[in-house]
């Protein structure tokens, strides 16, 4: 079963910085397509990042040059860091998980992935 747990959620100062974590278990960490996605209130989940088997990644316009998304393939965790960090990033995030993504594209659309974290609040106070 798959399961999917995000950590490192808080309240930081406009500029400030946080790192998310999100550790996987139950399936084979590795070959699977991660993203990250955030909602804030009354709004849609949108794509914040998201990483392939191999590496490869995409990234949101709204968060190009501060955002990184990261995998440690060894210990089964994504990681998302966010830097320069502005009120307008706030929002609960989640990381996600399928066994493939069909497209850089794709790494960024809800539809694409089948499971998904509880989620992990992150507040940016100007």
């Known amino acids: 079963q798959v399961q999917l747990v995000e950590s490192g959620g808080g309240s930081v100062q406009s500029g400030g910085s946080l790192r998310l974590s999100c550790a996987a278990s139950?399936?084979?960490?590795?070959?699977?397509?991660m993203g990250w996605f955030r909602q804030a209130p009354g709004k849609e989940r949108e794509g914040v990042a998201g990483?392939?088997?191999?590496?490869?990644?995409t990234y949101a316009d709204s968060v190009k040059g501060r955002f990184t998304i990261s995998r440690d393939n060894a210990k089964k965790t994504l990681y998302l860091q966010m830097n320069n960090l502005n009120p307008e990033d706030t929002a609960m995030y989640y990381c996600?998980?399928?066994?493939?993504?069909?497209?850089?594209?794709?790494?960024?659309?809800?539809?694409?992935?089948?499971?998904w974290g509880q989620g992990t609040q992150v507040t940016v106070s100007s």
């Open positions: 996600a998980a399928d066994l493939r993504c069909f497209s850089w594209w794709s790494r960024l659309q809800v539809f694409e992935y089948k499971y």
């Open positions: 139950g399936y084979t960490y590795s070959s699977y397509c």
């Open positions: 990483i392939d088997s191999d590496g490869s990644t």
